[in-house]
Each structure stands twice: as C-alpha cells, then as structure tokens.
C-alpha cells in the first residue's frame, strides 16, 4: 500500500497489478505523470482533461514491469538525460513533439 496523492484524491492504493505495490516504480509513473502535465500546461482546476499524462505515464509502468518480469532493460535509460526533454522515455527519439 501506498499514499495516494491528494491531487489524485488521497487515500491508499492496493491495486495487485498496477505500480502501487512499487513505491520506487510508482514514482516513475508520478515523475511522467508530472512531465507531460507541465509539458502541455495540463491544469485540471481549469477544467484541462488530464488523459494524455495518464496514458504517457502508464508506459513506464508497463516497459518497466516488463523489464522486471521478463528480464528485458527497456526502461535501463529512464529518464534519459541526454534528449531534449521531449520525451522522458527516449522511445522514439526526435517524434515526441509531433505527437
């Protein structure tokens, strides 16, 4: 179990097959949550919908269960430091401002 943020509403969460049960892994999902938010300026007070962090951020979580399920290192370079910030993955280098 972990604590929900109170931005996301609070509380703990217990979900078996999500990164609630990593707290190091849960936090890589929050660090590109945080990104593609501030990237496109997403205010949920103001009404903007938050669906795009939310779909961004839950491909860490899945290339970085993979990584741990299957023994693969997908997620070895995150965040990778040496792009220019547009995409925090690095899956498609250069495309990320295009999508």
């Given at each position: 179990?972990?604590?929900n943020s109170v931005a996301e509403g609070g509380g703990m969460l217990t979900v078996a097959?999500?990164?609630n049960n990593d707290p190091a892994q849960y936090a890589l999902v929050e660090a590109e949550y945080d990104f593609w938010s501030a990237y496109y300026g997403i205010d949920k007070?103001?009404?903007d919908s938050d669906w795009y962090a939310r779909l961004k951020?839950?491909?860490i979580s899945i290339?970085?269960?993979h990584d741990r399920q299957h023994g693969t290192?997908?997620?070895a370079n995150y965040p990778n430091?040496?792009?220019d910030g547009a995409n925090p993955l690095d899956l498609f280098p250069?495309?990320?401002k295009d999508l």
């Open positions: 179990m972990i604590q097959n999500s990164p007070l103001a009404g951020s839950a491909a290339v970085r269960g290192n997908f997620a430091d040496g792009n250069g495309q990320a």
